[in-house]
């Protein structure tokens, strides 16, 4: 319990130095979020998770079709999740115009494959579709809920460098993070 010693011995002088940049008043703003963020990873949200499972076999299939589609346009050589094989397909084999990162290095990221999808290129829309149903799949269907089928997270009152909430797995590594969930998953929360 060291940290918690610590921190008695040390908010004093943290409270001088609050008031001090006048921050007091946003420290106790902040302080007052804390009981409902806790309510609320406590409490979770219930999930219907056979109703998640059909659409997890869903996905599954769509994902292999979709790999199929793109081992038929690229060949089954070039694996869809190596950014470098992507790259030497799109940009090499077929002659695309390379696009560049902000930091000036070679990319297919999702702006680049967009790019490429205005000028017709049918592989990137493929690939493209390919990282969203696999991000879906590994990120959310993939996820792990507790015991009693409901979704729980870790909120974080000041997570963020500009002091926005956020959240993350608990400390029992299950859930995620309950900012972010797309349509398909919001669409499988229950209400108590």
Same mark, same amino acid.
């Given at each position: 319990?060291?940290?918690?010693?610590?921190?008695?011995?040390?908010?004093?002088?943290?409270?001088?130095?609050?008031? $001090?940049?006048?921050?007091?008043? !946003?420290?106790?703003?902040?302080?007052?979020?804390?009981?409902?963020?806790?309510?609320?990873?406590?409490? +979770?949200? *219930?999930?219907?998770?056979?109703?998640?499972?059909?659409?997890? #076999?869903?996905?599954?299939?769509?994902?292999?079709?979709?790999?199929?589609?793109?081992?038929?346009?690229?060949?089954?050589?070039?694996?869809?999740?190596?950014?470098?094989?992507?790259? +030497?397909?799109?940009?090499? *084999?077929?002659?695309?115009?390379?696009?560049?990162?902000?930091?000036?290095?070679?990319?297919? #990221?999702?702006?680049?494959?967009?790019?490429?999808?205005?000028?017709?290129?049918?592989?990137?829309?493929?690939?493209?579709?390919? $990282? +969203?149903? !696999?991000?879906?799949?590994?990120?959310?269907?993939?996820?792990?809920? #507790? =015991?009693?089928?409901?979704?729980?997270?870790?909120?974080?009152?000041?997570? !963020? @460098?500009?002091? $926005?909430?956020?959240?993350?797995?608990?400390?029992?590594?299950? +859930?995620? @993070?309950?900012?972010?969930?797309?349509?398909?998953?919001? =669409?499988?929360?229950?209400? #108590?």
């Amino acid at each position: 319990a060291k940290d918690a010693a610590t921190l008695m011995e040390i908010f004093p002088q943290q409270k001088v130095e609050l008031e $001090r940049q006048g921050n007091w008043e !946003t420290y106790l703003r902040q302080k007052k979020l804390i009981p409902p963020l806790v309510y609320a990873a406590n409490t +979770g949200i *219930k999930m219907d998770l056979e109703k998640m499972h059909e659409i997890k #076999d869903i996905c599954k299939r769509e994902i292999s079709s979709t790999l199929k589609e793109w081992q038929d346009l690229a060949g089954e050589d070039v694996n869809p999740d190596s950014p470098q094989q992507v790259m +030497g397909f799109l940009y090499l *084999k077929l002659g695309n115009k390379p696009y560049l990162s902000k930091e000036g290095e070679l990319t297919c #990221d999702e702006k680049a494959l967009k790019r490429l999808i205005q000028k017709g290129v049918k592989a990137a829309e493929v690939l493209l579709r390919y $990282r +969203g149903l !696999t991000k879906m799949y590994g990120t959310y269907f993939e996820m792990i809920f #507790d =015991e009693d089928g409901r979704f729980r997270c870790s909120y974080n009152p000041v997570g !963020t @460098s500009q002091g $926005r909430i956020s959240s993350s797995k608990n400390i029992f590594g299950t +859930g995620g @993070s309950g900012q972010t969930m797309p349509a398909e998953m919001r =669409e499988l929360m229950m209400a #108590d």
